[in-house]
Structure formats: C-alpha cells, structure tokens
T-cell receptor, first 112, second 115 residues
Framework: GENVEQHPSTLSVQEGDSAVIKCTYS??????FPWYKQELGKRPQLIID?????GEKKDQRIAVTLNKTAKHFSLHITETQPEDSAVYFC???????????FGSGTRLSIRP | NAGVTQTPKFRILKIGQSMTLQCAQD?????MYWYRQDPGMGLKLIYY???????DKGEVPNGYNVSRSTTEDFPLRLELAAPSQTSVYFC??????????????FGPGTRLTVT
C-alpha cells in the first residue's frame, strides 16, 4: 500500500523567511496530493492541494510542487507570519478511487 | 450546515469496556473516514467508507469496527478497549465525484483515554 514520508519533523524559521516541507510517496498510482494545517488543539484543515496532471500550484503565500518521476512533492510558504505556526501534514491518494494516507507531520514554528 | 459532528468530545474507558464513537455529516458527502492521532503524531487511517453499505480497512483497523447504514452516519465501535487505543479520534468526510475538490472536512475530534 501507499507510504508517505515527510521531512523535517520540526522546522523553525525567522518571521518573514521561507519554509519548505518535503514529502515522498511510494505508490506511482497516487494522483492527488493535499496539504493540511492543524493548529494546536484544533482539527486539520486543507490549505492547498495538487493533482498529478499539474507540476505546481500557488495560492498567495503558499505553493506546492510535484515531481511525479521522483515521487516527491513539497510545500513552500513565503514571507512567514506568526499565524503560520502549526503542524502541517502532507497526504497522498488515488483521488476518486480510494483512501488517503497522511505523512507524519511537520511542526513549524515562526520566530519573531 | 453543521458540517461533521462527533460525540462525545471526551471519554474515559476502563480496559475491556466497549463504546461507540458517533460521527455524522450533513453535506451529503459519499466518502467518510476515521483517523486516530496519537500525541505528537500524524493521522492514521482506521476505516473508510465510499458510500452507504460499503466499508474498507485503512492502515490500523485492528480493535475497531464500523458500519455505514446511511449516507450521514459513520459510527466507530471499539470492542475490548486497550490502553493502546488512547488517542484523539477524528472523523472526516469528502465528496468524491466529477468536478469535486476531494477536500476532507474533519470533525472536532473525540479524545479517548483507556485506563
């Protein structure tokens, strides 16, 4: 079955700098890759997603890139702000077909 | 819309007891999921359902059972609770179909402690 690995497990960046979180997946049939943000004590919420027919997607300060050949995808957050502090999860799925598997999470801290 | 609701919010169980975690959604979503999240860890898929009457195992199904008799409800049953089942349980739903976003909407979670 699908296996998703996520790195790093913790990340601390200066406010205003960029943050990058990387994930790899094992199942070449996976075609949908969402990213979720979970603030302390709250439920996960989708922040951005990408499908396998697209190499990059942007939404204001966040972007996701996908390399299908290497089976890895990354989350980029630019101009980080205190409210970006949270745990971020990547995930992989065969889209309409089946279950979604999450990475282990990255705890992002923004230093003032 | 209430979205995805879960009851109870908190529960303490003794070893060997049983309980059912309730999950309901009012968005007419066809897919529903149960995850567990251990402290400081990621989300592990327990079971999922692609529609009423259809369920399938996820990554960590042992010790749990589910049923999906209606589109709205997806209860999770714990039989013979063990300390290893201490966790936060999240239910989620999504709409999978032509033109859908595939976004999963999570419930607020149930914090379960087994002692």
């Amino acid at each position: 079955g699908e296996n998703v690995e996520q790195h790093p497990s913790t990340l601390s960046v200066q406010e205003g700098d960029s943050a990058v979180i990387k994930c790899t997946y094992s199942d070449s049939a996976s075609n949908y890759f969402p990213w979720y943000k979970q603030e302390l004590g709250k439920r996960p919420q989708l922040i951005i997603d990408i499908r396998s027919n697209v190499g990059e997607k942007k939404d204001q300060r966040i972007a996701v890139t996908l390399n299908k050949t290497a089976k890895h995808f990354s989350l980029h957050i630019t101009e980080t702000q205190p409210e970006d502090s949270a745990v971020y999860f990547c995930a992989a799925s065969q889209g309409g077909a089946s279950k979604i598997i999450f990475g282990s999470g990255t705890r992002l801290s923004i230093r003032p | 819309n209430a979205g995805v609701t879960q009851t109870p919010k908190f529960r303490i169980l003794k070893i060997g007891q049983s309980m059912t975690l309730q999950c309901a959604q009012d968005m007419n979503h066809n897919y529903m999921y149960w995850y567990r999240q251990d402290p400081g860890m990621g989300l592990k898929l327990i079971y999922y359902s692609v529609g009423a009457g259809i369920t399938d195992k996820g990554e960590v199904p042992n010790g749990y059972n589910v049923s999906r008799s209606t589109t709205e409800d997806f209860p999770l049953r714990l039989e013979l609770a063990a300390p290893s089942q201490t966790s936060v349980y999240f239910c989620a739903s999504s709409h999978r179909g032509s033109g859908s976003t595939y976004e999963q909407y999570f419930g607020p979670g149930t914090r379960l402690t087994v002692t």
